[in-house]
């Protein structure tokens, strides 16, 4: 029987609450030859020598007998003699395992857990391979953990947090410059759920926070890598640049844009321009006093 990878593999997932990455389980075989290479305490030279396994050579008899644990108030267990024969798991054991080989049998792994719509997804994250358990069980977790649901991101908090992951390190005025508003409460909301952390200060005046995304926010959006993000064209570095400059060196409008009278020696406003009044005939007939309706002046009586 050949060894088997891929058992090995689950058994470390299920053993282990970290991720697991590629480099860790190509130096735990590393470690697995370099225990075998080593002469056991009490074993005999000359089985080493013969080719035997150290297992065998410094193998020892533990009988398989009840064992009483005061513990336990007189429960009694069986415990069984550690034995390493299995040849799926301790016999023929590759000297390299590629970084292929392990993705292909995590690969599988992951199928057959999905194909079985069991309570265990496999992921393979950030920061390596883990266990996860079904979505459709959260609640039943958050009851047991007494953890209260997820609250959503609002779609301020989305904003911010997309300026963030394509722009970072960013700080905070650059992020209201882009959004035009105070970005204040969706940092804090961010940094509450972990999605973002303080990276450092900014070689600006004053020494700016400057915010970037976490691990987290990886698994978050699902990705493992920030080059893995979708391409933005509006989320570019170039376009936030020209954003923030266009926003750091905006000008207060004038009197003219905003439709006021100028003052003197300013000029002549747009919007405020001379209108020629076209003067009709009848209007200069109705202006006319008329002689019949005309009241006679004092002079006029005197002549009279």
Do not use: C
């Not at 090995?8 to 290479?37: E, M, W």
């Not at 309570?119 to 009851?143: C, E, S």
């Not at 006319?288 to 009586?301: G, I, L, N, V, W």
């Amino acid at each position: 029987m050949a060894f088997n990878l891929k058992k090995v593999l689950k058994a470390l997932l299920f053993s282990s609450s970290q991720p697991i990455s590629v480099k860790d389980i190509q130096a735990l075989f590393t470690r697995f030859h370099d225990q075998n290479a080593l002469p056991l305490v009490g074993a005999e030279p000359q089985a080493i020598a013969g080719g035997q396994s150290p297992f065998e050579a410094a193998e020892i008899e533990i009988p398989n007998e009840e064992i009483s644990s005061p513990a336990n108030d007189g429960a009694e267990a069986v415990v069984a003699a550690p034995t390493e024969t299995d040849e799926e798991l301790y016999q023929d054991v590759p000297s390299l395992i590629t970084a292929a080989q392990i993705r292909e049998a995590m690969d599988e792994l992951a199928a057959e857990l999905r194909a079985a719509n069991d309570i265990y997804l496999l992921i393979d994250g950030a920061n390596g391979y883990r266990l996860v358990t079904h979505p459709r069980f959260a609640r039943w977790i958050r009851i047991l953990r007494d953890e209260p649901a997820p609250v959503k991101l609002t779609q301020s908090a989305l904003e911010t947090l997309a300026i963030i992951a394509y722009r970072q390190p960013v700080t905070r005025s650059e992020i209201e410059s882009i959004r035009g508003v105070s970005a204040e409460a969706g940092l804090s909301k961010l940094l509450e759920r972990e999605l973002v952390y303080i990276v450092g200060r900014a070689d600006l005046p004053g020494r700016p926070l400057q915010y970037g995304t976490t691990d987290k926010f990886l698994e978050f959006v699902g990705v493992k890598s920030l080059v893995e993000l979708p391409a933005s064209d509006v989320l570019s570095p170039r376009q936030i640049d020209e954003w923030i400059k266009n926003a750091t060196n905006a000008t207060p409008p004038a009197d003219a844009e905003m439709g006021l009278p100028l003052e003197e020696g300013e000029g002549v406003s747009p919007n405020f321009e001379p209108v020629e009044v076209e003067h009709h005939a009848h209007a200069d007939i109705a202006a006319e006093p008329h002689p019949a309706s005309d009241p006679a002046t004092p002079e006029d009586k005197t002549s009279a």
